[in-house]
């Protein structure tokens, strides 16, 4: 056997057997070669691609645990408000959008915080003042909360007459009228109104997204379900065309869930692009919105947030969701979210435990430390996202001020063992692997403030988090998160190792089942 492509550079598996090597070779989209120099390259044959890259480490490829692959496409082409200092320069920024486009044209967008902006709230007239001919719509940071202008209310339909859907808030003036800002899904009310993108604008954005993802390193990501059944039929497609430079890990709606089980839909299903994930589910809201479910009121006044699918809802559906064959995959931020996940979860794990699905929870932002043990006594998988700690530190600081301990405790949950799978929720935040690896190492938020570094990382513990914790997350730890021979040959080629430094630190090649998805 003879292989396709040698690599040689010092080679971080990731593997406990054989943590360091010199070289690796591939054929055929499997790993067939790790060792010395010279062990390796007794696979080379006359057609072999043989590339030395001096100073360079080699590391599995990277999963990103927690996306939403479609929306991050459609995002390449938005406004993009996440590191717009004040409310003025972003109104500048709208204005701007707004003037490029003919009356009538949709603008869209993402990114505001209103912690950033120093804004307690925010009213459609500063939008209708810049746009009184095009519907506006913008998402905050978080996607847990939304903008609207007149336009854009009442092409939904909505108005003082409207009532909050179920799980959502219209906020409203003194006199009852929609402000334009919306809580959770009240924001769904106008995601409605916003025209759908063709197939093609779809297959565009998806292959848009791809690249941009292979960019960074990224082989796989687990895709979240916070999109249209359009969004996910299109990721299906495109994901399960050899082409596609990403494996895709999907989940469904747990609202579908009778729909998956009347059908036999079930989790693992698929081929080796694209693949049926667990159930989603949501808890609670955001910090950003204050909907995050906290356990004692936010120190600014707003409340203690929101439950979404609460405790007792959980429960139920988690027992459908393991009949049904799927993991229960939780959004939970707050406290009293991350705590009602966990008792659901221990309620219900004479259904999914003999299954042998892993459960796991998205964020685990805050956490009591009565509940810190719990996820690896339970075998719960803590999928989180440390880039997040960056942005997030001023708000927390400011809301919950009293309890900075339970936030991005990361440090904590690894030593009393639960599995740790990282990944950055875009369009929230970047899927900039690198960046999310300083700051689960350096914990420091964009002032360059430390926030609880006690709960910083090593690099080599941070690095599993993106390959071997989110490989196990999604039963993919026999092909899938470390370089060994007869794993999938997916890797990335870093200019230096991270663990001697993070600093100027770059993405060289990126290599999907043995083909180059990405070449600085």
């Given at each position: 056997m003879t292989a396709d492509l040698i690599l040689v550079a010092r080679v971080r598996t990731m593997d406990a057997g054989r943590p360091l090597a010199d070289a690796v070779a591939i054929t055929a989209e499997r790993v067939v070669g790790l060792g010395s120099v010279e062990e390796v390259l007794a696979l080379r044959g006359p057609r072999t691609e043989v590339r030395t890259l001096p100073g360079a480490c080699i590391l599995p490829g990277f999963h990103d645990s927690h996306v939403h692959l479609a929306m991050h496409g459609l995002s390449l082409d938005r406004l993009r408000l996440d590191h717009v200092a004040t409310l003025p320069e972003a109104l500048d920024a709208i204005a701007a959008e707004v003037a490029g486009r003919p009356p009538g044209t949709w603008v869209l967008g993402s990114g505001f915080s209103l912690p950033r902006w120093g804004c307690t709230t925010l009213h459609r007239e500063a939008l209708d003042r810049i746009a009184p001919d095009h519907p506006v719509y913008l998402r905050s940071q978080d996607h847990h909360a939304g903008w609207a202008n007149g336009a854009a209310l009442a092409a939904a339909g909505v108005s003082a007459q409207t009532p909050d859907p179920t799980s959502g808030v219209i906020v409203r003036d003194g006199s009852g009228e929609p402000t334009g800002y919306l809580l959770e899904l009240a924001g769904a009310l106008v995601d409605g109104a916003v025209p759908a993108p063709s197939e093609g604008d779809l297959e565009r954005s998806l292959a848009a997204a791809g690249a941009d993802l292979a960019s960074y390193g990224i082989t796989?990501?687990?895709?979240?379900?916070?999109e249209s059944p359009r969004h996910?039929?299109?990721?299906?497609?495109?994901?399960?065309?050899?082409?596609?430079?990403l494996r895709v890990w999907a989940c469904i709606p747990h609202a579908d869930l009778e729909h998956a089980a009347a059908i036999g839909l079930a989790q693992g299903q698929g081929g080796?692009?694209?693949?049926?994930?667990?159930?989603?589910?949501?808890?609670?809201?955001?910090?950003?919105?204050?909907?995050?479910?906290?356990?004692?009121?936010?120190?600014?006044g707003e409340g203690s947030g929101m439950s979404v699918d609460a405790p007792d809802v959980l429960a139920?559906?988690?027992?459908?969701?393991?009949?049904?064959?799927?993991?229960?995959?939780?959004h939970a931020i707050g406290d009293a979210a991350v705590r009602g996940v966990l008792d659901a979860l221990e309620a219900t794990a004479d259904a999914w435990r003999p299954r042998g699905l892993r459960p796991r929870i998205e964020h685990v932002q805050h956490i009591h430390p009565d509940d810190v043990p719990r996820l690896a006594e339970l075998g719960v998988t803590a999928s989180m996202q440390p880039i997040h700690l960056t942005f997030d530190a001023p708000s927390i600081r400011g809301a919950l001020g009293d309890r900075l301990d339970r936030a991005y405790r990361i440090a904590d949950l690894q030593r009393t063992g639960a599995v740790l799978a990282f990944g950055s929720d875009t369009t929230v935040a970047s899927p900039d692997v690198i960046e999310g690896l300083r700051a689960a190492v350096r914990r420091l938020d964009r002032t360059g403030e430390a926030f609880g570094p006690d709960q910083a990382l090593d690099v080599a513990t941070a690095l599993a988090g993106w390959t071997t914790g989110a490989a196990y997350a999604i039963g993919r730890e026999g092909r899938s998160g470390r370089l060994r021979v007869g794993f999938d040959a997916d890797l990335v080629v870093l200019d230096h190792d991270p663990v001697d430094d993070l600093d100027s630190l770059e993405v060289l090649v990126c290599v999907q089942r043995g083909r180059v998805t990405y070449e600085a």
């Open positions: 796989t990501v687990h895709h979240m379900s916070y996910w039929r299109a990721i299906a497609t495109s994901a399960s065309g050899s082409a596609f430079p080796d692009g694209f693949v049926v994930g667990g159930a989603k589910f949501f808890a609670d809201g955001a910090l950003g919105s204050r909907t995050a479910w906290m356990l004692e009121p936010y120190a600014t139920e559906r988690y027992r459908l969701a393991a009949e049904a064959g799927f993991a229960s995959v939780t």
